[in-house]
């Protein structure tokens, strides 16, 4: 199936939109009159460009206030009409969208208007021109597709058919099952948008929030269902209307816009295999076992600070790298690498970045399939050269420029601790246990309006799902936080938005030039024994208000004894229905990155959100601290 996208839906002049909406990988366009307008070149112009990007125009649009006009208003709607039409015909398309009118003088009536477009479809006729009429949200007689339908059905005419949106219809909160008894061949067109659920006007909520199938919180699965069950075979578009995405990226929306067509296709295939559609077959989204390992890029300098902060929590520097300088860090599953090397992409991060995580392994079922997955929906593959003996790892680029491994266990990459490191003699002569088990999750920081970006990124790519939006309220501002989760939980990131540089999360993005991992947690299997024993290592831990305790005391039944133990250790908590959090924080090193420690109880699957204020105006009250400083 072709995949389109309405110029409107991509942020810059026609020309830039055109090159991205091309090297995204989509097949054509809808113009959207109003950037056709504002074109210095004419029709034939803008129809040679698009065909020299290896793009078609597959619709024209909108024309507005068409049907049920009184006359003069009537004959002046037919005039207009065939002037778009000539327009049409020198752009080289021969679709046109006509939306349910909002013109004041409008009169209703489903035979009216009918008895109209029977007519335009005989003058579109004479010229090769097909008419698709949508329904929008807030017409002023038709705002549901079963009126549009019923509409084109009475019109009768074979150049006259029905577009489809999904806002529109899923925005009225419209059953999408009524789409199936639409005969394939008069439904001409099918626009696709999501769209957080907001209660506010139609008009507003479309024309300013909405956003890429899988971004938003419509049921969009179940609509593409019903229109792919009437044998649906033309072209699936983009129209997105979205204020954030005005002022972002061309290249970085349009290739989002296609992950997510593509994406939304591949979960109509695996949901309805018996619909047999003729559409792209990549790998099953991956299905992710944990972080395998997160690789720091640091010198000689400020790897003995990041080391001797890793030793304060009890990890060992266990292996190093046959030849490279690469070192090992490890505790239980968790597995810490530190780069010095002086070339190469970690050393281009850290000219970049200074001292930051430059890439993160994930463990997968099937690295080469994850991967080929993840290039299918237009990540960008990284490749670099490996040296003897080394293995070939799957890697793609992630948020912030920073990379993603992927390793698995039915191949050799689960060889690469073995082949590529040596182990540190009388290492662990020197060990102390701190009772970290894993990686509990990773927290990437970015600038809000990429938020949106990298949820897709993650969602379409891994079995995953994301929670809720959440504000985090920081002395500077608002950071709206949302996580990614695995289905199995061994995938857990949290995606913190920075709206101003005023805010932790903006002043780590500024002072680090968008390094993305601000963050990592640990999870303990005891986190009061952790906290002992890596106190008595010289670890210092992030000092919490005493005013908190006293909050703590008043909100929940807890001890005395434990209160005092946990402030005494700066152990921070929650609690849901479902169970307990601890959490405890390293102090904050160099450009904002710190550490966690976190321990789950009787199921709690949260973040421990409600501290967030606390912690965010005590890392403030540090300030910088020594260690990993950027020079």
């Given at each position: ?12 002049e ?18 959207f ?53 000539d ?27 009918a ?37 084109v ?11 489809l949106d ?21 439904i ?12 506010m006007d ?26 792919m ?17 005005r ?10 816009g ?9 979960q ?19 299905t992710?076992k944990?972080?395998?390992f997160?690789?720091f ?31 090992l860090?490890t ?10 090397e ?39 593959p ?18 912030g ?59 379409s ?17 608002l ?8 289905k199995?939980?061994l ?7 920075a ?12 002072s ?10 640990f999870e ?23 005013n908190?305790?006293?909050d ?19 152990i ?15 102090k ?19 973040y421990?959100?409600?501290n ?15 260690g990993?400083?950027?020079?």
């Open positions: 199936m072709k995949t389109s996208i309405a110029t409107v839906s991509v942020p810059g026609l020309r830039e939109k055109l090159s991205a909406i091309a090297d995204a990988g989509f097949d054509g366009v809808e113009i009159e109003q950037d056709f307008l504002a074109f210095d070149g004419g029709p034939k112009e803008v129809g040679r460009i698009i065909k020299d990007h290896g793009l078609e125009i597959t619709l024209f649009q909108p024309f507005r206030d068409f049907e049920g006009l009184p006359e003069p208003e009537r004959t002046k709607a037919f005039d207009r009409a065939e002037r778009k039409f327009l049409m015909n020198e752009l080289g398309t021969d679709l046109v969208l006509i939306c349910s009118s909002l013109h004041p003088k409008a009169l209703g009536g489903i035979d009216r208007a008895d109209d477009f029977s007519e335009l479809g005989e003058r579109a006729a004479k010229k090769s021109i097909r008419v698709g009429y949508e329904a929008l949200a807030w017409g002023k007689h038709v705002w549901d597709h079963r009126d549009a339908w019923e509409i059905r009475r019109a009768n005419h074979p150049n006259i058919g029905l577009i999904s806002f529109h219809t899923l925005g009225r909160g419209i059953d999408s099952e009524s789409i199936r008894s639409v005969p394939a061949d008069k001409f067109f099918l626009q696709l948008a999501d769209a957080p659920l907001i209660e139609l008009f507003y909520w479309s024309r300013h929030f909405r956003n890429m199938p899988g971004e938003g919180d419509l049921d969009l699965l179940s609509f593409m269902k019903a229109v069950a009437t044998g649906y075979s033309g072209p699936l578009s983009l129209e997105i209307f979205n204020d954030q995405f002022g972002g990226s061309p290249k970085l929306v349009a290739q989002d296609y992950r997510s067509l593509v994406n939304l296709m591949d109509v295939n695996r949901s309805s295999p018996d619909l047999k559609l003729a559409l792209p077959s990549i790998p099953a989204p991956a992710s944990g972080i395998e997160v690789e890029t640091t010198d000689e300098a400020e790897a003995e600070v990041l080391g001797s902060l890793l030793n304060q929590m009890g990890f060992i520097n266990s292996h190093k790298h046959v030849s490279k300088s690469v070192d860090w505790q239980n599953d968790i597995k810490i690498v530190i780069n010095t002086k070339e190469g992409f970690a050393h281009s991060a850290y000219v970049t970045h200074g001292t930051s995580v430059c890439d993160v392994g994930l463990a997968v079922e099937n690295a080469e399939e994850a991967w080929k997955r993840a290039t299918a929906l237009g990540a960008d990284f490749s670099q050269t490996v040296g003897p003996n080394e293995l070939t790892i799957p890697a793609i680029r992630g948020v420029g920073s990379l993603l491994h992927f390793v698995d266990e039915r191949s050799e990459l689960s060889k690469v601790w073995e082949r590529e490191f040596i182990l540190i003699e009388d290492a662990t002569k020197a060990a102390t246990d701190a009772k970290l088990k894993r990686v509990d999750h990773i927290a990437q920081t970015m600038n809000y309006d990429e938020m949106l970006s990298w949820t897709l990124f993650y969602t790519i891994f079995d995953a799902t994301k929670t809720p939006l959440v504000d985090v309220v920081d002395p500077g501002g950071v709206r936080s949302q996580a990614v989760e695995g199995n939980s995938l857990r990131i949290t995606l913190n938005g709206e101003s540089h005023r805010t932790f999360a903006g002043q780590h993005l500024a680090s030039f968008g390094s993305a991992v601000q963050h990592l947690a303990s299997s005891d986190i009061f024994g952790t906290a002992r024993a890596m106190k008595n290592k010289g670890f210092e831990a992030l000092e919490i208000s005493p908190y305790y006293l703590l005391a008043a909100r929940f039944d807890l001890t005395e004894d434990i209160l005092s133990e946990m402030q005494a250790l700066n921070m908590y929650d609690k849901d229905e479902q169970g307990e959090f601890f959490q405890l924080y390293s904050t090193y160099g450009e904002g990155f710190f550490f966690e420690i976190i321990q789950r109880k009787k199921g709690y699957q949260g421990g959100g409600p967030a204020p606390f912690r965010v105006a005590a890392q403030k009250r540090a300030g910088r601290a020594k990993m400083p950027r020079t």
